[in-house]
């Protein structure tokens, strides 16, 4: 995934499209993600920071983009995401990222585990979240078509080849219709989350679907 991450940072359409002062966003994946029996979560584009972010919190990360997209090798590339990981599910004592708390992070939510199995669980790096569109758009707009279709060919079909997901699970409409334009094994476990106001029902049917596929929770 190294160099899939590299093209992104790299890419001359994404680099125009990006804000002032912002970069473009490779996708996340787990260190414990295993291609063949993972799963990989698709939303729409990277979220603008929330302003009660601390200013800081932002700055690292950004700072981590710069360093892989100076320098792409294994060592920056973990080192980013490992970061993106603790800043999503809030490992740094910060605020997890609203899609983690929920729906996403609940797929892993499996109250049978031991109380140590269940935090693992709840942080899980077994999967990849990977985003159509590599770039924020000002103030979360919508994002042009001609970036979906860009990114579509240029970046998420590669990744998708490398990761070889057992399981795709889609969050928000712009994300399902994205991933209904690839041409998509039959025998890939599909999934599908609302953006917004997905139930707890919703989100325990679809993890039961993907246990009983065989899907790394």
């Not at 940072?9 to 993600?33: A, N, S």
């Not at 609302?194 to 919703?202: D, H, I, M, P, V």
């Amino acid at each position: 995934m190294v160099k899939a991450a590299a093209a992104v940072m790299h890419c001359e359409y994404c680099c125009e499209q990006t804000l002032p002062g912002d970069q473009p966003q490779p996708g996340w994946v787990g260190r414990d993600y295993v291609p063949g029996r993972g799963v990989v979560v698709v939303l729409q584009n990277p979220a603008v920071a929330p302003t009660i972010y601390d200013p800081q919190r932002e700055s690292r990360f950004q700072e981590a983009l710069r360093g892989f997209s100076a320098d792409p090798n294994l060592k920056t590339y973990e080192h980013l995401m490992q970061l993106a990981f603790d800043d999503m599910t809030g490992g740094n004592g910060v605020p997890s990222w609203p899609k983690w708390t929920h729906p996403i992070g609940k797929l892993f939510d499996q109250p049978n585990r031991a109380a140590e199995e269940l935090r693992a669980a709840q942080h899980c790096s077994r999967l990849a979240w990977m985003n159509v569109v590599k770039f924020r758009t000002a103030e979360n707009s919508a994002v042009p078509p001609r970036a979906v279709h860009h990114s579509i060919n240029m970046h998420l079909r590669h990744e998708l080849e490398v990761l070889r997901p057992k399981a795709l699970v889609s969050i928000g409409s712009a994300a399902r219709k994205a991933l209904n334009e690839l041409s998509l094994s039959k025998n890939l476990v599909r999934g599908h989350l609302k953006l917004q106001g997905a139930s707890n029902a919703e989100v325990k049917t679809l993890q039961m679907l993907l246990h009983e596929s065989g899907v790394d929770l």
